[in-house]
């Protein structure tokens, strides 16, 4: 049912106009929720989450699409590190680009699989995907969901030390607190 559902994401992200609901996304209530989503999902294996994110950020962009491009990262963070593990999620601004950040304490992904991790179906490893779940379409979810929001998908890994994934969005879609109020809108 997960392949299915995933798969008709996929197909509506890959042919139809990006959608024209779009607002101000208060980015940081929907990271406060989705950290507590990746606790419980952390269940027995007790990664310890973190989440550091300026309160007063938002982004211009489709919520229902964000919240899943963003759940899928955090998913993929407690399924791939290990135990007592850490996770960090972060969302601030870096120069002028607002930017989520996820960063994990796991194995790490070897450099000739960086440029592959967005496609449909790859994986690095057949028996570790076994083991952890999923339908392999979550990272190509997320690249189309960013695309979708002028953004892209920033990988960076070292075996044995972990990864950081990091959704970059253009400075336009920036929504300060300050001139949302300045505005009168939400």
């Known amino acids: ?3 299915v ?10 042919t139809t106009p990006a959608a024209r609901h779009e607002g101000a996304v208060d980015v940081p209530a929907m990271l406060t929720a989705l950290k507590e989503m990746g ?5 027995a294996r007790h990664h310890h ?13 489709n919520e229902e699409e964000l919240r899943s491009a963003f759940s899928n990262l955090v998913n993929n ?3 791939y590190t290990p135990a007592g593990g850490s996770i960090r999620l972060t969302w601030q601004l870096v120069g002028e680009n607002p930017v989520f950040a996820v960063a994990d304490s796991g194995d790490g992904i070897a450099p000739q699989h960086i440029p592959h991790l967005t496609e449909r ?3 690095i490893d057949t028996a570790r995907s076994r083991d952890t779940g999923g ?3 979550g990272l190509s979810i997320v690249k189309h969901i960013l695309l979708r929001h002028d953004a ?16 970059v969005f253009p400075a336009a879609r920036a929504v300060s607190s300050i001139s949302a109020t300045a505005t009168g809108k939400p």
């Open 135 to 137: 339908t392999g379409l």
């Open 152 to 167: 892209h998908l920033v990988v960076e890994s070292e075996l044995g030390q972990g990864s950081t994934f990091r959704c």
């Open 77 to 79: 963070a407690v399924r």
């Open 39 to 43: 606790e419980l999902v952390s269940g």
């Open 121 to 123: 179906f790859y994986r």
């Open 1 to 3: 049912a997960r392949l």
């Open 5 to 14: 559902e995933d798969l008709l994401t996929l197909s509506k992200l890959e």
């Open 49 to 61: 989450i973190s989440l550091v994110a300026d309160a007063g950020l938002r982004l211009t962009g």
